[in-house]
Structures are given as structure tokens and as C-alpha cells.
């Protein structure tokens, strides 16, 4: 809730002037006194009774979770408890003003509060610097933005080493401004707590800079290339950096390849080194490290499923390997999950941002995800804040949050209850920093009307996750996948043991730019070309083991005795070169291992994929199967009258067809087409 306790918010969260230009870390000089946003901003605001269930849930908990370090919690108990027996006395005004101050001096006591800092990105108002959801950061205009990198401190009152702060150093200081108005963003703190990466464009492309936090050392991380956009980068414990990038020259399929889609690269911390993790075929977003030392991020997939609903949150090893779904894979709900981060002392929990597909820019709802409690729908969701004793009912629609209030961005989690989090409280209302937690209590650390405040992150040193070594063997173009049941799991529910004979695998190959789209790979339904890399025999048992190649993307489908096709698996697994996959079976849970025995496939090893009629191409109509109604159906079918004057469907070839266009575009296929290629169809 807010808070009206005003001294440190009018003194400390005053923003900052627009700096001199350049990159050198200068005092920020305050603008005018802050005004208040009123509590009425948040739609969810309760009455005071349930203000005091939030707080009086924080407290104890905060007592019960820390004890001693938590000196004032029986004294915050109390004060509450006597506030809420003097509402009818004070009233609601004055009651709701001695509340918000508790709630300020009780939350900002939080331990978790270990710091002294905070970074934050500060824009004009209204300047949210975000692509939408199904576009990437060369669509963003590359200047224009009153936007600098700003270190905030905390508010002293509630932390005796904060108190003995001299007050320079609770002066917000600008630690980056980038000169011509250019964009600056996508922040990520190194574990030392010195150095931070940032995404800056240059004029010419997006790319990756490094500066450390006292304003020295700028430079730019990511390597130059034509036409190739850097961005989004985070460091791995190893002090290698995982980023996203276009180098994969791939196109948005419904943007008929105009629009840049990107995946996950891997390079030096020089710059050096750059290699392609995730051969996926839209948007790789928002890598980040989670405490076990893997990465997770979100991977938006367009082919074999609606793809306004699927955007699964993906984990792979920092090399690449091991790629796999731990939420949402073949799920209406939600659509989305933005800006994943794994929770510290929190093992399978997540928090994140959940959204939908068209509609506000990956903004949306606060969640925590336990993917030990589940992985589809609603299942793992157990905290939306601002929803607290509220049931998380899926839901199947399009635009599913722009109606939800308020809104969040670039969750930190502090504990797998308390989070900083860049927040908009209602539409009349600017972002601004808050500390909120699984209660529903909300405190403003950075607010100021004029401005957005957004990506928080506790200046401070962190632990750094374990280092996991490479599995890949750069020198091989193949790896080996291990399928130990292929019914497990639900994918073959219903199908009986020893249905299954043979897995046919097949490829996919992205559009590239320009060239992606349903009018050019069928009439809005397969989007991509897919290619069938050939065969594998499935054992008595359900096992497999063969080989494919590495950095492909493959779907499989599993075979009947008839070779004719059980099942799809309607996504894709790409591995790299070297690498020994294992699947227990088909959409099998995260948690689940395989059972305990010698499979066949694994005594008798791995096999090569036995070719499909010819080598691995494309499927094209005019190659596939005009060559059969050339030879036994144009005789009749042949645009010609019958004597009755009866006409059948013309076969013939296209290039005989007179005048043949084709199937018309609609409307918004035609403005969405390359400008290049608009101009000449």
C-alpha cells in the first residue's frame, strides 16, 4: 500500500536532472519537491481491515522467519494492533495515514534489506522503451529517450548502517547517461557488484556495453557485424556473458519475415568467442541465471500449436546443452512469462511476469512459479501479487492482462516473498520502485509523477552460482539422443505398449527475413518448411537411442507398424554438437527420472537414422507430387471441356496454368510483407 510518511520519499526519491552528457558518475541533482500518488491508485486497495491482515501477515512472519534480526518486530505488532483498534476513533483518514507509516518503518526493516543501494533506469515519463510482445529490439526506435542509469539509495531510517551514512552518499548519483538521446537498457549487475552490462545501440545496430558502477571502464562487450543486433545480455559464473541476438537472420512468420526474430548466443567476456545456443524460431528472451548455475529464459514457439498461447520458459545448460521446458510447454495459460529469475534459497520457484500475446508490452501480472508443484496452466502458480486468498483461474484469451491493475515489470527477488519491482499502479500513475510481497503490501521506494522508474537491482555483491563445465564437442557436427519410454508421460496417453515401431524425425528450417510466412509455407497453418531427417527403431520396451544432427531443430513423430503417425510432437529440441540427450519420455514433468533399468537402446547404442525415400529436403508440391498427377491424372484433369461441356479441376503444373496468381493476401498479410517485396508483388 502507500505510504505517506514523506520526509526521506521528498528528500531522497527526488529524480534526477538530466546530467551532462558522457559517462562518468556525477551527483544528480534534485528537480522539484516529489508529489504523493494517492492510494487510490491501486484499484485492488482494500479497507483498512484488510491493510492490517497484509501487514500483520508481514510482520509475523518477518519475526518468525528472522528473530532477533528483526529487533522492532514486536513493537511493529503492537503499533498495529493499537492502530486498529483506534480506527473508529481516528477515523479513516488519519487512521489510513498512521498505517501507511508503519507499514513504511516495519518493511523497510526487512533483513533481506542487506544493502545500501539501488540501481534503477530512469526515463521520461511515458517512455517505456519496451518492443511489443512479438517483436524484438530492432524495432524500437534507436534515440529520442531522456533515459540514464541511476543508483539510488535506500532510506536510512530503518538501518543503523544506513543511519551512519554521511549524507553525500544518500544523494542519488547518475552512474550512465548516453549522449544523442540514445536508448540505454536491459540491465544486468555482475556477482562481484562491480561492473554492470547494459544494452545501448550506436547509430547503426543494438549492442552490449559493460561499465562499472562507479562510472569508468565503458565499452562496448559485443562484437560488430552488419545488420546484426546485440542485446539483453546477462554474465554466467564462469565471467563468460549469454545475450540475445539476430545473427540467426530469422523472420517473425507473422510479420512475413519484416520483422527480426532473435535466439541466445554465448561469447567471451572480451567479445570473442561468439556461438549460437538456441536455434529456435522467434523471440529468446530474458536469459538469466538461476541459483543452480543453469540459465532459464523464454522461448516463444510459432509451429505445430497456437502460437498466441505458448511462450514455455525454457532452462538450458550456460554451453547450451540439456534444453529443456520446466513451464508452460503445451499450455493455453498464460500466455506468457516474462523476465524469469530463480528465487535465492528457493529451489524450483520462480518469479516472473504473466502476460499475454497481443496487448501491453510484456508488462503484467506478478507471480511465483514452484515447477515442483506443477508445470501446465494454473498449476505451479502459487502467488499473483496484489491477489493474495484470490483463486488463479486459467484463463484463454488473447489480450489477457491490459484490463489487470497494477501492472509490473523487472521483478528482483529478495526471498521467495519479498520482491523489488518496477510498478504501475493504475493508468493516471507513473512506474515507480516498490517492495512488495506475497501479502499484498506495497512500499515505494523510487516514485516521482514525472518520471518511470524501471529494472531494479540491489547494489551489492551476490553469491555466484555454480560453475557447470561444457559438455559440448565443438569438433562434432552430431549428437545422441537417449528416449528411455517413449510412453511416458502423457504424450502417447491412451496409446497401448508396443504401438509404437519407429520414430520418424523431422527438421524444421526458419524463414529468413523477408521470406517467413504462411503465404510462402502453406495457407496459414505449418509456417515453417519441415524437413524428415529419416527413421529410428523403437525397442520392445519403449526405448531409443540415435543420432542426429546438432544445432537442428527436430520434431518427432512416433509410427505404427503401417508407418503411419500416432502422434506430433508439436515443438522442437535442438542439440549441440557432442551432446548425449536423454528424454524419460513424451511431455513427461520437469521432475520426473527415468525408472530404473537396463533399456535396450542403451545396451545396443545408438543408431543412424535410416534415410525417408531420398535425402532430407523440403516438402514441395511441385517436386513431391506433380510428378504423380503428370503421370496419371492430367490425361483427364487438363482445363479442358468435355464434350458435355463438363470441366474438371485443372492438375496441371502452375507454370501451364495461364495466368495463375495464386491465393490473393489478406489485408494485413499484404501491409506486413518486406517493404522490398511489397513493392514488387
Known sequence: M???KGTWLVQLLVCVMPALLGHKAESAQPDQPIGKQSPAAFPA?????EQVQSLRLAIEDLIATFGEAYPRGQAYRARLEAIRQQVPVLGPQEAQ???DALREDALLANPLLDFDSLIVLKRGRGQLGLPTNHQCNPSLPQRGYDNEIVIFPLPAGTSPRRDMQPAASRTPQTLFRPQQSLFVGEIDLHFDGDRLLFTMPNGRTWQIWEIRVDGAGLRQVSPEEPDVHNFDACYLPDGRIIFASTACFTGVPCWHGRERACSLYLMNADGTGMRQLCFDQDLDLHPAV???????YSRWDYTGIMHVYLRPLMVMNPDGTGQRAVYGSNSYYPNSLFFPRGIPNAPGKIVAILSGYHGVNRMGELVVLDISRGWHEAKGIIHRIGHRGQPVVPVVRDDLVSATWP???HPYPLSDKYFLAAVWPEKAASWGIYLVDVFDNFVPLVVDPQYDFFEPIALRKTPKPPIIPDRVDLARDDAVVYLHNVYAGPGLKGVPQGAVKKLRIAAYHYGYPGMAGPDKIGRAGPWEVMRILGTAPVYEDGSAAFRIPACVPITVQPLDAEGKA???????????PGEIATCVGCHEEPREGPAA??????????VELQPWHGPPRGFSFEREVQP???RYCIGCHNGQPWEDGCVLPDLRARGQVPNYEGVPLSDLEAARLHPQLRART
Not at 290 to 296: E, R
Not at 566 to 576: E, H, N, P, Q, V
Not at 597 to 606: F, S, Y
Open 2 to 4: 502507500w505510504t505517506s
Open 45 to 49: 486497495l482494500r479497507d483498512i481491515s
Open 97 to 99: 495515514r498512521r498505517l
Open 290 to 296: 538461476l541459483p543452480t548455475g543453469q540459465v532459464i
Open 407 to 409: 501492472k509490473f515489470l
Open 566 to 576: 500416432l502422434a506430433l510432437m508439436r515443438s522442437w529440441y535442438t542439440a549441440m
Open 597 to 606: 533399468r537396463r533399456d535396450i537402446a542403451a545396451l545396443r547404442g545408438p
Open 628 to 630: 504423380v498427377l503428370d
